[in-house]
Nanobody, 126 residues
Framework: QVQLEESGGGSVEVGGSLSLSCATS????????MAWFRQAPGQHREEREG??????????NYADSVKGRFTISQDNAKNTLYMQMNSLNTEDSAMYYC?????????????????WGKGTRVTVSS
C-alpha cells in the first residue's frame, strides 16, 4: 500500500513563498505520475483542483492559475515530491494534497488518481 505524507504548509502573507514536500513509502516502483491538488474550504473532494503534475520522465504540467509561480519537482532517490510556491495570493489558500497516479491519471480528473495523502494546509493572508 502506497502511503503519501505531505508537509510544509503554513501561513504566509500575500507575496510570500512556501515549499511543500510529499514523502512516499510502500511503492514497489516509481509512480508513472505524481501531482499536487488543492481543495479550498467548502469544496468537496471531487472538486479538488489539479495544480501541477510531474511524470516519471520529469515532464511537468501546471494549472493556468499557478503557471510561472509554482514549480513541481521530485527526487526519486528520496522518494519525495516537492512544490515550490512563490508569489502566493489569497486565492492559493487551501488544503494541498499530493497524489500518485498511473498512465491514465489526469489533473482534470480527481477520480483517476490512485493514492492520496492527508493534506497540508496553506493559508495566505493579506
Amino acid at each position: 500500500q502506497v502511503q503519501l505524507e505531505e508537509s510544509g504548509g503554513g501561513s504566509v502573507e500575500v507575496g510570500g513563498s512556501l515549499s511543500l514536500s510529499c514523502a512516499t513509502s510502500g511503492a514497489q516502483h516509481v509512480s508513472d505520475i505524481m501531482a499536487w491538488f488543492r481543495q479550498a474550504p467548502g469544496q468537496h473532494r471531487e472538486e479538488r483542483e489539479g495544480v501541477a503534475s510531474i511524470k516519471s520522465d520529469s515532464s511537468t504540467n501546471y494549472a493556468d492559475s499557478v503557471k510561472g509561480r509554482f514549480t513541481i519537482s521530485q527526487d526519486n532517490a528520496k522518494n519525495t515530491l516537492y512544490m515550490q510556491m512563490n508569489s502566493l495570493n489569497t486565492e492559493d489558500s487551501a488544503m494541498y494534497y499530493c497524489a500518485s497516479g498511473n498512465y491514465y491519471s489526469d489533473l482534470r480528473d480527481v477520480k483517476s488518481w490512485d493514492f492520496w495523502g492527508k493534506g497540508t494546509r496553506v493559508t495566505v493572508s493579506s
